[in-house]
């Protein structure tokens, strides 16, 4: 079972920063926050992770909690591209193995 | 365009049939993962192959197998099909197994008639 909870669905305006959060309350001090969004019926593509502190790269923020219990996807000037489904996952980055449980994610909607 | 090419696009087999899936990882990658995806079910992990082992396995049938060969493509077998098994296969490569992130392909749509 995913261990993280998501809003099924968000609407964000074109052009506004869309915050997606995901509440990870039963994380443990090895696990990783990873986000994955997914466009139709593409491919998942990887968007960023984080373990403790806050992260950037040229696609989006992530700002996790000080006690790592929940997290935001920050996607600054959102555009109708990023219309997708986006999946926050836990997962344990032990060596040689990297196994990725997707939940049923948030549906982000960008509008014109 | 994230490196991974996985073929066939399209598959349309009858029940009872076998089928062979074959994934191409990204240059240099040593691990390549099996996800499928069905309506009902999301994204489901199925097996991963690190440098030709099998490192990781998920909810995988019986039916399902899979291997990592020299090269470092795979393969995913399914046999014995069945409707239920109507759905979108990923394919995924990371160039370890550690923190890094897994490249998805395109997939491959297998319908069960």
């Known amino acids: 079972d995913a261990k993280t909870t998501q809003p099924p669905s968000m609407d964000c305006a074109e052009g506004r920063a869309a915050n997606l959060p995901c509440n990870h309350s039963?994380?443990?001090?090895?696990?990783?926050v990873y986000w994955y969004r997914q466009i139709h019926s593409q491919g998942p593509q990887y968007i960023i992770h984080?373990?403790?502190n806050n992260e950037t790269n040229e696609m989006a923020s992530l700002i996790i909690t000080e006690d790592r219990k929940s997290s935001t996807l920050i996607l600054p000037h959102a555009t109708l591209r990023d219309t997708a489904v986006y999946y926050c996952?836990?997962?344990?980055?032990?060596?040689?193995?990297?196994?990725?449980?997707f939940g049923k994610g948030t549906k982000l909607s960008v509008i014109p | 365009d994230s490196g991974v090419t996985q073929t066939p696009k399209h598959l349309i087999t009858a029940t009872g049939q076998r089928v062979t899936l074959r994934c191409s990882p990204r240059?240099?990658?040593?691990?390549v993962y099996w996800y499928q995806q069905s309506l009902d079910q999301g994204l489901q992990f199925l097996i991963q192959?690190?440098?030709?082992?099998?490192?990781a396995k998920g909810n995988i049938l019986e039916r399902f197998s899979a291997q990592q060969f020299p090269d470092l493509h795979s393969e995913l077998n399914l046999s014995s099909l069945e409707l239920g098994d109507s759905a979108l296969y990923f394919c995924?490569?990371?160039?370890?197994?550690?923190?890094?992130?897994?490249?998805f392909g395109q997939g491959t749509r297998l319908t069960v008639v």
């Open positions: 995924a490569s990371s160039e370890e197994g550690g923190s890094t992130e897994a490249f």
């Open positions: 039963t994380i443990s001090g090895n696990e990783y």
């Open positions: 984080g373990l403790k």
């Open positions: 996952i836990v997962a344990y980055s032990g060596a040689g193995s990297y196994q990725l449980t």
């Open positions: 240059s240099g990658d040593l691990s």
């Open positions: 192959y690190y440098n030709g082992e099998e490192r």
